[in-house]
Nanobody, 125 residues
Framework: QVQLVESGGGSVQAGGSLRLSCAVSGLSVSTYTMGWFRQTPGAEREFVAAISWFLSTMNYADSVRGRFTISRDNAKNTVDLQMDSLKPEDTAVYYC??????????????????WGQGTQVTVSS
């Protein structure tokens, strides 16, 4: 059984940092694409970042590129999202996901099979 459990969410002031972590069981993060998505009330779940199983290719949404960094720890079977220079518009529930997405499909949430329960990130101005 595949399980993804996010942690590290919380409240921070604009300009601050948070580090989200996703602990995975039931599959190896080294052989699956790992992604982070986020969602605000009334909006669709949107892509944030991903790291591919193939060549560890990384992809970021334009809105977070240069501020967020995705990383994978194969030994711990976890994937992290370091979020710096946070803005109020980054406020959302953040979800970890995994699947076999590749290349141009990395931002496509339909390419991800398993999802975590989400963790709230709140950035105040």
């Amino acid at each position: 059984q595949v399980q993804l459990v996010e942690s590290g969410g919380g409240s921070v002031q604009a300009g601050g940092s948070l580090r989200l972590s996703c602990a995975v069981s039931g599959l190896s993060v080294s052989t699956y694409t790992m992604g982070w998505f986020r969602q605000t009330p009334g909006a669709e779940r949107e892509f944030v970042a991903a790291i591919s199983w193939f060549l560890s290719t990384m992809n970021y949404a334009d809105s977070v590129r240069g501020r967020f960094t995705i990383s994978r720890d194969n030994a711990k079977n976890t994937v992290d999202l370091q979020m710096d220079s946070l803005k109020p518009e980054d406020t959302a529930v953040y979800y970890c996901a995994t699947g076999r997405a590749l290349g141009a499909g990395l931002p496509d949430r339909s390419r991800y099979e398993y999802w975590g329960q989400g963790t709230q990130v709140t950035v105040s101005s």
